[in-house]
Nanobody, 117 residues
Framework: QVQVVESGGGLVPPGGSLRLSCVAS???????VGWYRQSPGKEREFLAI???????NYADSVEGRFTISRDNAKNTVYLQMDSLKPEDTAVYYC????????????WGQGTQVTVSS
């Protein structure tokens, strides 16, 4: 079983940047890894995903502002967030899904991102 832990959240002014990290307790070479977020009263929202071959896909709401990347040697996936807006305020979650075994589907506990002046 793999555990994933998010970090890097915090308070940032509008227009600022943050880099979130998702660190896994084991190898993620076979995993798709995605980032999601959830605001109070809203459903969890897909943001970005990276495949084992580093193919990426983004939600329209973050395309061009957020960048997902992975470092398999460090069992880590990053989410670089630029040009942050107040509406980006949410708890951000990492998800790791084994591309060969959908039963291996792991979520982290989340990290809070607050965009405010």
């Amino acid at each position: 079983q793999v555990q994933v832990v998010e970090s890097g959240g915090g308070l940032v002014p509008p227009g600022g940047s943050l880099r979130l990290s998702c660190v896994a307790s084991g190898s993620i070479v076979r995993f798709f890894v995605g980032w999601y977020r959830q605001s109070p009263g809203k459903e969890r929202e897909f943001l970005a995903i990276i495949t084992a071959d580093s193919i990426t896909n983004y939600a329209d709401s973050v395309e061009g502002r957020f960048t997902i990347s992975r470092d398999n040697a460090k069992n880590t996936v990053y989410l670089q967030m630029d040009s942050l807006k107040p509406e980006d305020t949410a708890v951000y979650y990492c998800n790791a899904l084994n591309q060969y075994n959908s039963r291996e589907n792991y979520w982290g506990q989340g990290t809070q991102v607050t965009v405010s002046s």
